[in-house]
């Protein structure tokens, strides 16, 4: 009886919900993260932010999601002969207890197709995917685009 009662508690342990979103995400943390407002008619934007990966396993980070947008990928800018292009890249490694910045000119996670305009000064969310499925979901504030300093 003792061994039927320890195999029902491990299978309820195991189909719990809980349990189901463990993995690569239990160990991110987010810092600095934020949404570039645009203008009204502006069909895209970017988020920029840090992901700290506080475990002792190496995470991969595959894709994100927002209802803000129609489409979220992962991209990053890479030299096309003297053109610098954006490009949807398949993924980010993080080592463990690294630091990855996501950062304008650089990696970032871009929102396809806004669904509404973004207004400054409100939040959301937005959730990370990674190799495993789980996910880390995380609020960010609509910061203005800083107009470029005159000289």
């Given at each position: ?21 463990a ?35 190496p ?11 129609q ?18 890249i398949?993924?980010?490694?993080i ?5 990855a ?51």
């Amino acid at each position: 009886m003792t061994a039927l009662r320890l195999a029902a508690a491990l299978l309820l342990t195991c189909a719990s919900p809980f349990s189901l979103a463990a993995g690569m995400a239990d160990g991110i943390a987010v810092e600095a993260a934020h949404i570039r407002q645009m203008p009204p008619a502006a069909p895209n934007s970017a988020a920029f932010l840090t992901v700290i990966n506080t475990a002792t396993m190496p995470v991969r980070l595959t894709g994100a999601h927002s209802a803000l947008a129609q489409t979220v990928e992962l991209h990053d800018h890479v030299r096309d002969g003297e053109i610098m292009r954006m490009r949807r890249i398949e993924g980010i490694d993080i080592a463990a207890g690294a630091r990855a910045t996501l950062a304008p000119g650089g990696k970032h996670v871009m929102l396809i197709g806004l669904k509404q305009p973004l207004v400054a000064g409100a939040t959301a969310q937005i959730t990370l995917v990674f190799a495993d499925g789980s996910e880390h979901t995380f609020s960010a504030p609509i910061t203005p685009i800083r107009p470029a300093p005159t000289h």
